[in-house]
């Protein structure tokens, strides 16, 4: 379900995805699956993404950051912190969202992940969303906000992040 929901929201079916994502989120709660209700999570968030709801997607990504951390999954917290700097972009906050942005890469370095493949549909959604708040910055806030990114502690943005959520 979880793989079929991915399809969906990869090709923007959001209409389709958004009810299975609830779906597999009620499943992983009901058998104690907390990577599928992480996954769960973030379509939403992806689909409020791709439909536009700027706003709603930044709440959905830090509801699945917070799922993330304390479920201890901290290759998805990684990826539900450059989520919250897609929405940051979205809404036009390009500074945060560089910021946050080169923090996720710089935790996703540390973890010894590769960088995602640019043609991947996540990648995509990266250099649209990220790529796009770059190229509305001056070269040195550009340089700056990446700057400050990667020397971020990442506990100590994500636990900014949620403490700010509620």
Not at 52 to 70: C, F, K, N, V
């Amino acid at each position: 379900m979880g793989g079929l929901c991915q399809l969906l929201v990869a090709s923007g079916e959001i209409e389709r995805a958004e009810p299975m994502a609830r779906k597999l989120y009620e499943l992983g709660g009901r058998y104690g699956n907390l990577d599928a209700q992480g996954d769960a999570l973030h379509y939403l968030a992806d689909c409020a993404l791709i439909g536009g709801d700027y706003a709603e997607a930044g709440r959905r990504y830090l509801q699945a950051l917070a799922h993330a951390r304390s479920a201890g999954i901290l290759p998805q917290s990684t990826e539900e912190l450059r989520g919250v700097a897609l929405s940051a972009a979205g809404q036009g906050d390009y500074g945060r969202a560089v910021r946050l942005a080169a923090a996720a890469s710089a935790q996703r370095e540390a973890q010894g992940i590769r960088p995602l493949d640019p043609a991947h549909w996540w990648g995509k959604l990266q250099e649209q969303f990220i790529g796009g708040a770059g190229d509305q910055l001056r070269a040195d806030e550009l340089e700056e906000a990446e700057r400050a990114g990667r020397a971020a502690d990442f506990d100590a943005v994500v636990g900014e992040l949620l403490g700010a959520d509620g």
